[in-house]
């Protein structure tokens, strides 16, 4: 069995005999070759003056790819009175360290950054932004989920992710904005990332973004083996305490770093 750790930061490739999984120090009964692959400078990913991916906006994309792990991507544009409005949904890779609070200024032109400034390995480490289309279904499987992440060898088992908030969720949730409210006592936001196979889901694992005034502003690692064993996908949706009528109010984003799975 091999396993994969796909990393956002600067890794080696490294060979080991056990392997040290999900966040945790069990030892393990078989033996392993233990893989790192560094993708921290993602060299197909080309990267604009601002530090995030220059090709978030291009509506023919529908995926990108790192070291054999399939990113979803989604990019639309409307025309109105003359003018182009763009909008995007999925992932977009990151190396912006910018993680300033614009709550008295416009967020749009400020999207990118992760609330820590950086990927785990520090400074001018790249990492993953999500942004989760929050009109998406919760109730089942989307057909085509916003936010997902498969292999391109097919079937894998997944061990675990860094998460943590982006600069914009995290300030919108700490300060409030005109679209959300400050969040106190009683408010919550939860990541749900759902493994799937077979159309069916397998497992899940809850995330707390933000739980009353404690806000995650760190990078977090998940455990991901409630997932299950060799499934087809994993995707990611966001529930809120602050949601209305036409869905949550605060924003949608997440972001992303280290992510372990292993093959078969």
Request: proline residues 4%; aromatic residues 16%.
């Given at each position: 069995?091999?396993?994969?750790?796909?990393?956002?930061?600067?890794?080696i490739?490294?060979?080991?005999?056990?392997?040290?999984?999900a966040?945790s120090?069990?030892?393990c009964?078989?033996?392993?070759?233990?893989?790192?692959?560094?993708?921290?400078?993602?060299?197909?990913?080309?990267?604009?003056?601002?530090?995030?991916?220059?090709?978030?906006?291009?509506?023919t994309?529908?995926?990108f790819?790192?070291?054999?792990?399939?990113f979803?991507?989604?990019?639309?544009?409307?025309?109105?009175?003359?003018?182009t409005?763009y909008?995007?949904?999925?992932?977009?890779?990151?190396?912006?360290?910018?993680?300033?609070?614009?709550?008295?200024?416009?967020?749009t032109s400020h999207?990118?950054?992760?609330?820590?400034?950086?990927g785990?390995?520090?400074?001018?480490?790249?990492?993953?932004l999500?942004?989760?289309?929050s009109?998406?279904?919760?109730?089942?499987?989307?057909?085509?989920?916003?936010?997902h992440?498969?292999?391109?060898?097919?079937?894998?088992t997944?061990?675990?992710?860094?998460?943590?908030?982006?600069?914009?969720?995290?300030?919108?949730?700490k300060?409030?904005?005109?679209?959300?409210k400050q969040?106190?006592?009683?408010?919550?936001?939860?990541?749900?990332?759902?493994?799937?196979?077979?159309?069916?889901?397998?497992?899940?694992?809850?995330?707390?973004?933000?739980?009353?005034?404690?806000?995650?502003?760190t990078?977090?690692?998940?455990?991901?083996?409630?997932?299950?064993n060799?499934?087809?996908m994993?995707?990611f949706?966001?529930?809120?305490?602050?949601?209305?009528?036409?869905?949550?109010?605060?924003p949608?984003?997440?972001?992303?770093?280290?992510?372990t799975?292993?093959?078969?």
């Amino acid at each position: 069995m091999k396993i994969f750790n796909f990393l956002c930061n600067g890794a080696i490739l490294a060979l080991a005999l056990c392997s040290i999984t999900a966040c945790s120090d069990d030892s393990c009964d078989d033996f392993y070759d233990v893989i790192k692959i560094d993708f921290s400078t993602m060299p197909n990913i080309p990267f604009n003056e601002e530090g995030y991916w220059e090709g978030v906006y291009d509506t023919t994309t529908t995926k990108f790819t790192i070291n054999e792990i399939t990113f979803s991507h989604q990019a639309s544009a409307t025309e109105w009175e003359g003018y182009t409005y763009y909008s995007w949904y999925g992932f977009c890779p990151s190396k912006v360290t910018d993680n300033t609070d614009y709550s008295n200024s416009d967020w749009t032109s400020h999207q990118w950054g992760a609330i820590t400034g950086s990927g785990l390995s520090g400074t001018n480490d790249p990492y993953i932004l999500g942004f989760w289309n929050s009109s998406e279904r919760t109730d089942s499987i989307p057909e085509t989920p916003a936010c997902h992440i498969t292999y391109e060898g097919g079937a894998f088992t997944p061990k675990e992710i860094y998460i943590t908030n982006s600069a914009w969720g995290y300030y919108a949730m700490k300060n409030g904005s005109a679209f959300n409210k400050q969040f106190c006592e009683n408010d919550w936001c939860i990541l749900h990332i759902y493994g799937v196979k077979n159309k069916e889901i397998t497992g899940n694992v809850n995330v707390p973004l933000a739980n009353g005034s404690e806000i995650l502003n760190t990078w977090k690692c998940v455990d991901l083996t409630p997932l299950g064993n060799n499934i087809e996908m994993i995707y990611f949706q966001i529930t809120s305490s602050d949601t209305g009528s036409w869905g949550m109010n605060n924003p949608a984003f997440f972001c992303l770093d280290n992510f372990t799975i292993t093959i078969n």
